[in-house]
């Protein structure tokens, strides 16, 4: 399984640390195959918009968007859908394909996201195999 670089110098987590999986250790995990369909649907959607003139929605660090336009994007609903849209926010982030853009005191679903870079260069697009 496949594991975000961890802090410890051993290289095993302390009794305390968080263990964050990349999306390739999710995929291996019973009962994930649904996050990963969303990331993918997710990914896409994040490079169409790039690919879509600048239109004043961008941001210091990228593409702003909210989190309820990306649980739309991949037909999932804020209020029954929750759980689900809290995962995939959080595969995106610990991915490093978006980021909080404030205001969010902890809580990623309820505030405003920001898509790191441009989702449409090669890199990104060779990770779809588009």
């Given at each position: 399984?496949?594991?975000?670089?961890?802090?410890?110098?051993?290289?095993?987590?302390?009794?305390?640390?968080?263990?964050?999986?990349?999306?390739?250790?999710?995929?291996?995990?019973?009962?994930?195959?649904?996050?990963?369909?969303?990331?993918?649907?997710?990914?896409?959607?994040?490079?169409?918009?790039?690919?879509?003139?600048?239109?004043?929605?961008?941001?210091?660090?990228?593409?702003?968007?909210?989190?309820?336009?990306?649980?739309?994007?991949?037909?999932?609903?804020?209020?029954?859908?929750?759980?689900s849209?809290?995962?995939?926010v959080?595969?995106?982030?610990?991915?490093?394909?978006?980021?909080?853009?404030?205001?969010t005191?902890?809580?990623?679903?309820?505030?405003?996201?920001?898509?790191?870079?441009?989702?449409?260069?090669?890199?990104h697009?060779?990770?779809?195999?588009?």
């Open positions: 399984m496949r594991l975000k670089p961890l802090s410890s110098t051993d290289g095993y987590p302390g009794p305390s640390e968080k263990v964050i999986l990349t999306a390739e250790g999710i995929e291996r995990c019973a009962g994930s195959a649904e996050d990963i369909v969303n990331l993918v649907i997710a990914i896409k959607w994040l490079a169409r918009l790039a690919e879509r003139p600048r239109s004043g929605n961008y941001g210091k660090r990228g593409m702003r968007f909210t989190t309820h336009q990306l649980a739309e994007a991949v037909s999932l609903s804020l209020e029954s859908d929750l759980n849209v809290n995962r995939l959080a595969i995106l982030l610990a991915e490093g394909w978006v980021e909080n853009d404030g205001g005191r902890g809580k990623p679903q309820r505030g405003p996201l920001c898509a790191l870079g441009n989702p449409g260069t090669s890199r697009r060779a990770i779809l195999g588009l």
